[in-house]
C-alpha cells in the first residue's frame, strides 16, 4: 500500500489559515488523496478529496502538488472547532487486486489551535 | 435518518469471553470496515468487507472474527484470543467507489476487566 507521511503535530492561533501537510512519494495513478479528521471520543470524518486538482469545499480546500508526490490541506480559518486529529490517507489499487477497497489510517496529525 | 449506528457505546467484558460488537448501516454500502483505536494513536484496520458474505482481514484481525450475511450488518467478535482487547472500536462504511467518502459510527469503547 502506498503510504503517506505527516507530521505529528501542529499548532494554529484563532482565525489564521493552517496548512497541514502530508508526504506521499509512491503515490501510484489511480490513488485518490482523502482527508479525514477526528474529533476527541468520536468516529472520523469526512473533509476532502482529489485525484489531480485543487479541491475546494465548505469545510477546506485541497491543494495537491503537480506531481501527486505531497498535498496540503488548507483550513482558511481555523477555530476552536477545528482542533482534532487530521488523517491524510490513500485510496487507490486496482479492481480484483489483493488491497482494493482497503482503507487504511496512519498516524495523523494533532492540530491545536489557541483561541 | 440514514447512518450507520455501533453498539453498545461502553461495554464491559470479564477476561476470557468473547464479545460481539454491533454495526448496522443503512445507506445502502457495499463496503464496510473495522478499526481499533488506542490512546493517542491511529486507526488500525481489523477486517474490512467489500460484499455481502465476503471479507477480508486487515492488519491486526488476529483475535478477531466477523461476518457478513447482510448488507446492513458487520458485527466483530472480539475473541478470548485477543491478548489486549480493551480499545476503542470504530466501524465504517462506504461506496466502493475510489472517490467515495467513508462514514463512521460514534465507536464503541470495550473495557476488558
Known amino acids: 500500500d502506498a503510504k503517506t507521511t505527516q507530521p505529528n503535530s501542529m499548532e494554529s492561533n484563532e482565525e489564521e489559515p493552517v496548512h497541514l501537510p502530508c508526504n506521499h512519494s509512491t503515490i501510484s495513478g489511480t490513488d485518490y488523496i482523502h482527508w479525514y479528521r477526528q474529533l476527541p471520543s468520536q468516529g472520523p470524518e469526512y473533509v476532502i478529496h482529489?485525484?489531480?486538482s485543487n479541491v475546494n469545499n465548505r469545510m477546506a480546500s485541497l491543494a495537491i502538488a503537480e506531481d501527486r508526490k505531497s498535498s496540503t490541506l488548507i483550513l482558511h480559518r481555523a477555530t476552536l472547532r477545528d482542533a482534532a486529529v487530521y488523517y491524510c490517507?490513500?485510496?487507490?489499487?486496482?479492481?480484483?487486486?489483493?488491497?482494493?477497497?482497503?482503507?487504511?489510517f496512519g498516524q495523523g496529525t494533532i492540530l491545536t489551535v489557541h483561541p | 435518518d440514514g447512518g450507520i449506528t455501533q453498539s453498545p457505546k461502553y461495554l464491559f467484558r470479564k477476561e476470557g469471553q468473547n464479545v460481539t460488537l454491533s454495526c448496522e448501516q443503512n445507506l445502502n454500502h457495499d463496503a464496510m470496515y473495522w478499526y481499533r483505536q488506542d490512546p493517542g494513536q491511529g486507526l488500525r484496520l481489523i477486517y474490512y468487507?467489500?460484499?455481502?458474505?465476503?471479507?477480508q482481514k486487515g492488519d491486526i484481525a488476529e483475535g478477531y472474527s466477523v461476518s457478513r450475511e447482510k448488507k446492513e450488518s458487520f458485527p466483530l467478535t472480539v475473541t478470548s484470543a485477543q491478548k489486549n482487547p480493551t480499545a476503542f472500536y470504530l466501524c465504517?462504511?462506504?461506496?466502493?467507489?475510489?472517490?467515495?467518502?467513508?462514514?463512521f459510527g460514534q465507536g464503541t469503547r470495550l473495557t476488558v476487566v
Open positions: 468487507s467489500q460484499i455481502v458474505n465476503d471479507f
Open positions: 490517507i490513500l485510496r487507490g489499487g486496482n479492481a480484483g487486486g489483493t488491497s482494493y477497497g482497503k482503507l487504511t
Open positions: 482529489g485525484l489531480t
Open positions: 465504517a462504511s462506504k461506496r466502493s467507489e475510489l472517490n467515495t467518502e467513508a462514514f
